[in-house]
T-cell receptor
Framework: KQEVTQIPAALSVPEGENLVLNCSFT??????LQWFRQDPGKGLTSLLL?????REQTSGRLNASLDKSSGRSTLYIAASQPGDSATYLC??????????FGQGTELSVKP | GAVVSQHPSWVICKSGTSVKIECRSL??????MFWYRQFPKQSLMLMAT?????????EQGVEKDKFLINHASLTLSTLTVTSAHPEDSSFYIC????????????FGAGTRLSVL
């Protein structure tokens, strides 16, 4: 069974701190890996998508990396802000076209 | 970017009634849409894959007679929760796949279902 695991489950940091969220996956043949943001009671906002042939993607203060050989991805957030507080989900798209989600990391950035 | 509209955003119903949730792709056609379910503090779990013009494909453990899916057009898929019970209370999210090499899915805003 393909699984996606995210560590930590929750994280609280002071404003301005750089932080890293971790995601591991068991599928060695992923098609791509995606990071999403979810605000409470809301849908998903796609942040970054890394194709299986790529190693990283950047958007503003966000940088996501992908290491297929070790089954790991990280989401780096620079200079965190209170507005970054949300749950961050990673998901891998398998060869069957299905997204497998991790449990998410609930991030709280304190002013 | 591609927009997916989901309606209603929140619904409260009595136990035993049926509830229909709509998922529309507003500016693109989607032959494939997906329905997910999310319990509080948990991740999204794929319930079924909705295919335009054919029967939906359900994931293991999902009752197809309870969660009826209809994908009658290239821009609309509906999920009907039949004879809803309190344990069906959850957050339901749909997504629509853009047919391209990247296989990107765009997500609706979700529907909060509360069954009394």
């Amino acid at each position: 069974k393909q699984e996606v695991t995210q560590i930590p489950a929750a994280l609280s940091v002071p404003e301005g701190e750089n932080l890293v969220l971790n995601c591991s996956f068991t599928d060695s043949a992923i098609y791509n890996l995606q990071w999403f943001r979810q605000d409470p009671g809301k849908g998903l906002t796609s942040l970054l998508l890394i194709q299986s042939s790529q190693r990283e993607q950047t958007s503003g203060r966000l940088n996501a990396s992908l290491d297929k050989s070790s089954g790991r991805s990280t989401l780096y957030i620079a200079a965190s802000q209170p507005g970054d507080s949300a749950t961050y989900l990673c998901a891998d798209l398998n060869q069957g076209g299905k997204l497998i989600f991790g449990q998410g990391t609930e991030l709280s950035v304190k002013p | 970017g591609a927009v997916v509209s989901q309606h209603p955003s929140w619904v409260i119903c009595k136990s035993g009634t049926s509830v229909k949730i709509e998922c529309r792709s507003l500016d693109f056609q989607a032959t494939t849409m997906f329905w997910y379910r999310q319990f509080p503090k948990q991740s999204l779990m794929l319930m079924a894959t909705s295919n335009e013009g054919s029967k939906a494909t359900y994931e293991q453990g999902v009752e197809k007679d309870k969660f009826l899916i209809n994908h009658a057009s290239l821009t609309l898929s509906t999920l009907t929760v039949t004879s809803a019970h309190p344990e069906d209370s959850s957050f339901y999210i749909c997504s629509a796949k853009v047919e391209s090499a990247k296989n990107i899915q765009y997500f609706g805003a979700g529907t909060r279902l509360s069954v009394l």
